[in-house]
């Protein structure tokens, strides 16, 4: 019920009051709602049923269905009402229905569609009474539904795989994409690729048999597309994190696949001798990873109390006597280096390390695909 309306909505078990008007009971179950049209609540009278708040952002192929009872001589008219700002503001109604619709329930199903993406949704019935009592209006069995695009159980790869796969069996979640206007509402496959570092990324399909369209989305959902393409799509500037790559049907669409990511790295270092010693800062060096406690300053700890030269090391733990961390799993992470020009690299550090033995441990690895996948050279413990 809302309070812009002249009279109220009611729920009732059974038949309406007044004679030639109204239902005899309701369309499943034992209540529904309606509206009574007895004196005074003619002529034109206005009731308002108001739906809570829905968030169709990650929603495909939404609708709403229901049963509505139109019965009397008198009758006025239904309307079925939606608004995108939680209830701010309202467009023009999506149904409608106007007079004697006969003495029996009726159903009917409305197409949401232009409201995915929406993410404070309301809906309202919109009633109003005709000239006379004879314009008792029902409604009940309302079912809002539809498909959510779904990222469970995605097909982990990394820079460089080739990867072969189908998408039929495949559930579709996804009829549309926000960087597309694309029917792609086959069956779908959700890949993800992990970047450590800013990378361009491809996806590219190959060895296919029906119409396959690929996407890159930087979030879980079909409104989160940062790049698409019929067989190859590619995203520029990707920032370190996981992308969901989806292979998806073109009109229904699906079979099999062959996916191939490629990625390159945005900025790389390719002048040697490469020294740093953090005294300028980090030098696009990053720590990432789970519950990191790493710092970059001058160490103040009991045991590690100075840099190996000049004043800024990297930390773990703080730079300070701060609490041991636990759980963490984490790392200082460098730029891209290119050594297509060198033979026989050769990396050279200082390190101290304080280590509880077999609990605690610290590994030198190297990934060659942006730090999708990695390769552990050395380890202390």
């Given at each position: 019920?809302?309070?812009?309306?002249?009279?109220?909505?009611?729920?009732?078990?059974?038949?309406?009051?007044?004679?030639?008007?109204?239902?005899?009971?309701?369309?499943?179950?034992?209540?529904?709602?309606?509206?009574?049209?007895?004196?005074?609540?003619?002529?034109?009278?206005?009731?308002?049923?108001?739906?809570?708040?829905?968030?169709?952002?990650?929603?495909?192929?939404?609708?709403?269905?229901?049963?509505?009872?139109?019965?009397?001589?008198?009758?006025?008219?239904?309307?079925?009402?939606?608004?995108?700002?939680?209830?701010?503001?309202?467009?023009?109604?999506?149904?409608?229905?106007?007079?004697?619709?006969?003495?029996?329930?009726?159903?009917?199903?409305?197409?949401?569609?232009?409201?995915?993406?929406?993410?404070?949704?309301?809906?309202?019935?919109?009633?109003?009474?005709?000239?006379?009592?004879?314009?008792?209006?029902?409604?009940?069995?309302?079912?809002?539904?539809?498909?959510?695009?779904?990222?469970q159980n995605p097909v982990p790869l990394a820079c460089?795989?080739?990867?072969?796969?189908?998408?039929?069996?495949?559930?579709?979640?996804?009829?549309?994409?926000?960087?597309?206007?694309?029917?792609?509402?086959?069956?779908?496959?959700?890949?993800?690729?992990?970047?450590?570092?800013?990378?361009?990324?491809?996806?590219?399909?190959?060895?296919?048999?029906?119409?396959?369209?690929?996407?890159?989305?930087?979030?879980?959902?079909?409104?989160?597309?940062?790049?698409?393409?019929?067989?190859?799509?590619?995203?520029?500037?990707?920032?370190?994190?996981?992308?969901?790559?989806?292979?998806?049907?073109?009109?229904?669409?699906?079979?099999?696949?062959?996916?191939?990511?490629?990625?390159?790295?945005?900025?790389?270092?390719?002048?040697?001798?490469?020294?740093?010693?953090?005294?300028?800062?980090?030098?696009?060096?990053?720590?990432?990873?789970?519950?990191?406690?790493?710092?970059?300053?001058?160490?103040?700890?009991?045991?590690?109390?100075?840099?190996?030269?000049?004043?800024?090391?990297?930390?773990?733990?703080?730079?300070?006597?701060?609490?041991?961390?636990?759980?963490?799993?984490?790392?200082?992470?460098?730029?891209?280096?290119?050594?297509?020009?060198?033979?026989?690299?050769?990396?050279?550090?200082?390190?101290?390390?304080?280590?509880?033995?077999?609990?605690?441990?610290?590994?030198?690895q190297a990934s060659t695909d942006c730090g999708s996948?990695?390769?552990?050279?050395?380890?202390?413990?």
């Open positions: 019920q809302v309070g812009d309306d002249d009279i109220n909505w009611s729920w009732l078990s059974g038949a309406t009051p007044s004679s030639n008007t109204g239902p005899a009971g309701a369309f499943s179950g034992t209540y529904y709602a309606y509206i009574e049209a007895s004196s005074p609540n003619y002529p034109g009278k206005e009731a308002s049923l108001m739906s809570p708040c829905f968030d169709f952002s990650g929603m495909s192929n939404p609708q709403l269905s229901f049963a509505y009872h139109m019965y009397g001589i008198d009758m006025g008219t239904l309307r079925l009402e939606a608004s995108s700002d939680g209830g701010q503001t309202w467009g023009t109604p999506l149904w409608s229905r106007t007079g004697n619709q006969g003495n029996a329930w009726q159903q009917d199903t409305v197409d949401l569609s232009a409201f995915v993406g929406q993410t404070s949704v309301r809906f309202r019935f919109r009633g109003t009474t005709g000239i006379d009592y004879t314009s008792d209006i029902a409604l009940d069995a309302l079912h809002l539904e539809g498909t959510n695009f779904s990222c460089g795989d080739v990867y072969s796969g189908t998408t039929s069996g495949a559930s579709s979640g996804a009829s549309a994409y926000s960087c597309s206007n694309w029917n792609e509402n086959g069956p779908e496959v959700v890949h993800t690729v992990t970047l450590a570092f800013p990378a361009e990324i491809t996806a590219t399909l190959s060895n296919l048999s029906v119409d396959l369209d690929v996407f890159i989305l930087d979030a879980c959902s079909a409104q989160s597309c940062v790049a698409y393409g019929d067989t190859s799509a590619t995203l520029t500037n990707a920032q370190p994190g996981t992308y969901y790559i989806v292979v998806d049907g073109y009109n229904g669409a699906s079979g099999d696949y062959t996916l191939t990511i490629s990625c390159q790295c945005l900025m790389s270092i390719a002048a040697f001798p490469y020294l740093e010693g953090f005294e300028s800062g980090a030098g696009g060096w990053a720590a990432q990873g789970s519950g990191s406690s790493w710092a970059l300053g001058t160490p103040a700890k009991t045991l590690i109390q100075g840099a190996a030269s000049g004043t800024n090391a990297w930390v773990s733990g703080g730079l300070g006597d701060d609490p041991y961390h636990s759980p963490e799993q984490s790392g200082v992470y460098s730029p891209c280096f290119d050594f297509s020009t060198l033979s026989q690299p050769r990396l050279e550090m200082d390190i101290w390390w304080d280590l509880e033995d077999g609990v605690d441990g610290v590994v030198l996948s990695w390769t552990t050279i050395g380890s202390y413990q």
